[in-house]
């Protein structure tokens, strides 16, 4: 019987809502290589390039809905949830806002959030709609200049890790979506599941690095998979 679950998604989960995902096969995102525009190094480089590739991702979640996966995600917390039939954790690699859009209680941005802007100087994280390329005053220490895109880059600590690890220490079903198994920490939940004694479940377009390590995986689009799997957990209650 399952009573805790944890979920992890990455990128492939907001592929069909047209947010274009991280390892394309030209191994570019967006036209940019990685160390450009997702490290420290390259935001003290050229601040202005990484401002600019952040303020137009920020700009573009106007355009793009959740998709069939998110909303399946959000009614399976919401049954969990009101059934009172264990704790339920979404944890996302994503920095766009589809999940919380799709409405949950419980869900950790692990690589941070484009509506967020993280200030250098003091160290305030503030929810941020707009561009920063201009440098705007950071809303809780005032200086100008400091803000930065709060996105865990490489080489930089994931949040939440604390409460990731409760709660995989506790859970009795693990399921990653739409994600390649290229990045560790995250690439490493389902061992830490498996140690807990979880099963594990990948939904994914296809076999990812981490495929082998799993109970079982189902491989296809997530606006399709992930639905299904969703009714079959609520039918079975
Ligand atoms: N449905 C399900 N899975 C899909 C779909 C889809 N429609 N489209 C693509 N995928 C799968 C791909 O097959 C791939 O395995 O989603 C995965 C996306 O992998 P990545 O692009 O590597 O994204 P992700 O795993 O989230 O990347 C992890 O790396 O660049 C960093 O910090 C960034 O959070 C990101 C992290």
């Given at each position: 019987m399952v009573r805790n679950i944890v979920i992890l998604t990455g990128a492939g989960i907001s592929a069909e809502s047209g947010v274009p995902t991280f390892r394309a096969a030209d191994g570019l995102w967006e036209g940019h290589r990685v160390e450009d525009v997702a490290t420290p190094e390259a935001f003290r480089r050229n601040p202005a390039l990484v401002q600019t590739f952040y303020d137009q991702r920020r700009a573009f979640l106007g355009q793009v809905v959740p998709n069939a996966a998110h909303l399946a995600l959000a009614r399976l917390e919401a049954q969990w949830r009101e059934r009172g039939l264990g704790e339920f954790l979404l944890v996302t690699?994503?920095?766009?806002d589809l999940h919380d859009r799709a409405g949950h209680n419980r869900l950790l941005h692990m690589h941070g959030e484009l509506n967020s802007a993280l200030c250098t100087a003091c160290g305030a994280a503030r929810p941020w709609r707009g561009p920063l390329i201009d440098d705007p005053a950071c809303?809780?220490?005032?200086?100008?200049?400091s803000l930065r895109p709060d996105i865990v880059w490489f080489g930089e600590m994931p949040y939440h890790m604390d409460a990731i690890g409760d709660a995989l220490s506790r859970c009795d079903l693990f399921v990653s979506i739409?994600?390649?198994?290229?990045?560790y920490p995250a690439a490493g939940f389902v061992q830490w599941a498996k140690d807990a004694g979880a099963r594990t479940l990948e939904l994914n377009l296809e076999p990812s690095?981490?495929?082998?390590?799993?109970?079982e995986a189902r491989h296809g689009p997530a606006g399709t998979l992930v639905p299904a799997w969703v009714e079959e957990m609520l039918g079975a209650l």
């Open positions: 690699q994503n920095v766009d809303p809780a220490c005032q200086r100008s200049g739409g994600t390649s198994g290229a990045v690095a981490g495929t082998p390590m799993f109970d």
